[in-house]
């Protein structure tokens, strides 16, 4: 297939339509939207939300369809740059960052930890004891033996 001259969307278009494959069919084997579909074909990378789905989907049409994905996506890089003399297309990636939070999940900080400490505090104070205990019953255990060698004498 010639694709000199041709935009990503028509070479998408193209290899689809040399496979006879209609829009459906892609569909029910990619299972991506028809809608997606036809914004790659068209060329209306605007269409998606952001960059990271645009590559996505690109990667996902152009394998199934034998095609190479990283030579694609360079063209739309050399497209918009030459366009726009920018980046790229633009998306509004601050809009879908979630903020993540650092640290041990919320499970282990509400539940694990706070049972773990209860256990360790438990097992301290056993063992305290038992060494009071053993402690004692050594002294005792002494204090009778020497009382039976005093006796004998």
Do not use: C, H
Not at 58 to 78: C, E, K, V
């Amino acid at each position: 297939m010639n694709t000199e001259g041709k935009t990503v969307g028509e070479i998408l278009r193209a290899a689809r339509e040399e496979k006879k494959l209609s829009v459906e069919q892609v569909n029910r084997e990619t299972k991506m939207s028809a809608q997606t579909i036809r914004a790659l074909e068209q060329d209306d990378f605007g269409a998606f939300s952001s960059e990271t789905y645009l590559k996505g989907f690109l990667r996902t049409y152009a394998d199934f369809l034998g095609l190479d994905a990283s030579r694609l996506w360079s063209m739309i890089g050399q497209r918009s740059t030459a366009a726009t003399a920018g980046p790229g297309p633009e998306w509004e990636t601050e809009a879908g960052v979630r903020e993540e939070r650092l640290g041990p999940p919320r499970w282990i900080r509400q539940f694990l930890l706070p049972v773990l400490v209860t256990a360790i505090v438990v097992l301290i104070i056993l063992l305290v004891r038992e060494r009071r205990r053993t402690g004692e019953s050594t002294v005792g255990s002494r204090g009778g033996a020497i009382e039976a060698i005093v006796a004998t004498r």
